[in-house]
């Protein structure tokens, strides 16, 4: 049972827009809500990460918008720029072990100049 | 400069075969994990290590072994039991403790079965 659900899995933006991806999570026990980059042939990087005890956090033209009522939590690019094409990843963890975080599928977003 | 360095970057493999996937890490964090990368899919954890001589099963793992003998170095073995081994795999590191949830990972192995 998929625990994180991301979507959309492709998002195509034209340079200067507002890219959104979202994601859907079922574990309560879920407290650290991070966003990774990935581009081809690399590994993830962290980009944005939020706890919830706040409802939003911005870095840059980056912003994570965190409803803990919902379960929902979408990451907000403002601005989009070519160089931002990449796949996304969004990830839950509520253990002090972060590596057992849970990850959605990913979102490959494309910004055309 | 600091961080996870992973090897070969590329391997092939013929079926049949045993292969391992280095790990090294020289960021003194004490917990160390493989994830399996599949096309459209998330990142699955095979195996995680908290401390030295120490490892716990992710949720697949199944024809994967690993070995933590020293902090600094979690090598991969995929087995010729594994059935589907083609995969990009990643190996990340985090500091043990509450304060951090970050993942740092390496530059992944893009592994082949011929």
């Known amino acids: 049972q998929q625990q994180v659900k991301q979507s959309p899995q492709s998002l195509i933006v034209q340079k200067g827009g507002i890219s959104i991806i979202n994601c859907a999570y079922e574990?309560?026990?879920?407290?650290?809500f991070p966003w990774y980059q990935q581009f081809p042939g690399k590994g993830p990087a962290l980009l944005i990460a939020?706890?919830?005890?706040?409802s939003e956090k911005k870095e840059g033209r980056f912003t994570i918008s965190f409803n803990k009522s919902a379960k929902q939590f979408s990451l907000h690019i403002m601005d989009s720029q070519p160089g931002d094409s990449a796949t996304y990843f969004c990830?839950?963890?509520?253990?002090?072990?972060?590596?057992?975080?849970?990850f959605g599928d990913g979102t490959t977003l494309t910004v055309k100049p | 400069d600091g961080g996870i360095t992973q090897s070969p970057k590329y391997l092939f493999r013929k079926e049949g075969q045993n292969v391992t996937l280095s790990c090294e890490q020289n960021?003194?964090?004490?917990?160390m994990y493989w994830y399996r990368q599949d096309p459209g899919q998330g990142l699955r954890l095979i195996y995680y290590?908290?401390?030295?001589?120490?490892?716990q099963k992710g949720d697949i793992a199944e024809g994967y072994s690993v070995s933590r003998e020293k902090k600094e170095s979690f090598p991969l073995t995929v087995t010729s039991a594994q059935k589907n081994p083609t995969a990009f795999y990643l190996c990340?590191?985090?500091?043990?403790?509450?304060?951090?949830?970050?993942?740092?990972f390496g530059e992944g192995s893009r592994l082949t079965v011929l």
């Open positions: 990830a839950a963890s509520g253990d002090t072990n972060a590596g057992k975080s849970t």
């Open positions: 960021l003194n964090h004490d917990a």
């Open positions: 574990n309560t026990a879920f407290d650290y």
């Open positions: 990340a590191s985090t500091p043990r403790g509450r304060d951090t949830g970050e993942l740092f």
């Open positions: 290590s908290q401390i030295v001589n120490d490892f």
């Open positions: 939020i706890r919830p005890d706040v």
